[in-house]
Nanobody, 116 residues
Framework: QVQLVESGGGLVQPGGSLRLSCTAS????????MAWYRQTPGNRRELVAR???????SYAGSVEGRFTISRDNAKYTVDLQMNNLQPEDTAIYYC??????????WGQGTQVTVSS
């Protein structure tokens, strides 16, 4: 069974923090570079961060230094700690394999809204 379940979104004031969590099915997670993406209305989904199985990470320039991606290979989970959130971070956040396309399975995502 293919599964991606994102959680942890919400409404936060600028400068605040949120921690997103994603639970993936084994057939997606094992051996994969996992990633977090985000999408705003009318725009393409953009890559926010990725993490290899050993834990090497890479971030989009807009979130570098504010967001931290991590994974638990035993639990098939990948988290995104987001600090110093700004209004431009408002989006629906999704997790998936790195380089996942529209043809791949996607979960429902979790809404993050940054507003005063």
């Amino acid at each position: 069974q293919v599964q991606l379940v994102e959680s942890g979104g919400g409404l936060v004031q600028p400068g605040g923090s949120l921690r997103l969590s994603c639970t993936a099915s084994r057939n997606i997670f094992v051996g994969a570079i996992m990633a977090w993406y985000r999408q705003t209305p009318g725009n393409r989904r953009e890559l926010v961060a990725r993490i290899t199985r050993p834990g090497y990470t890479s971030y989009a320039g807009s979130v570098e230094g504010r967001f931290t991606i991590s994974r638990d290979n035993a639990k098939y989970t990948v988290d995104l700690q987001m600090n110093n959130l700004q209004p431009e971070d408002t989006a629906i956040y999704y997790c998936n394999k790195y380089l996942a396309t529209v043809r791949d399975y996607w979960g429902q995502g979790t809404q993050v809204t940054v507003s005063s």
